[in-house]
């Protein structure tokens, strides 16, 4: 079945960096597109990035432009998210997901347990 697993959460101060990873398996990671979504305490899932199946084209929720960045390798089935100039809004549970900005939903049911990222001085 799908395995996604999520890492490299943790807490920073504002301003900071960290760069989130997710391990896939158990199905053709090349063909997907692929996503992080993140909800925040109290609040419902928002949808951060995503990547074409190739890793050529990116993109972007408004609040997060110019400061981070998805990426992935095929070769390691791995998706990335390299988060800099972290902000206290950004305190979430990440999570990985199969499909893009406009079919992420769908996959839900297939999440691993997410990476909490805490940003706080």
């Known amino acids: 079945e799908v395995q996604l697993v999520e890492s490299g959460g943790g807490l920073v101060q504002p301003g900071g960096s960290l760069r989130l990873s997710c391990a896939a398996s158990?199905?053709?990671?090349?063909?997907?597109?692929m996503s992080w979504v993140r909800q925040a305490p109290g609040k419902g899932l928002e949808w951060v990035s995503g990547?074409?199946?190739?890793?050529?084209?990116?993109s972007y929720a408004d609040s997060v432009k110019g400061r981070f960045t998805i990426s992935r390798d095929n070769a390691k089935n791995t998706l990335y998210l390299q988060m800099n100039s972290l902000k206290p809004e950004d305190m979430a549970m990440y999570y990985c997901?199969?499909?893009?900005?406009?079919?992420?939903?769908?996959?839900?049911?297939?999440w691993g347990q997410g990476t909490l990222v805490t940003v706080s001085s």
């Open positions: 997901s199969q499909g893009g900005r406009g079919t992420w939903s769908q996959y839900i049911a297939s």
């Open positions: 990547v074409d199946r190739g890793g050529g084209s990116t």
């Open positions: 158990g199905f053709t990671f090349s063909s997907y597109a």
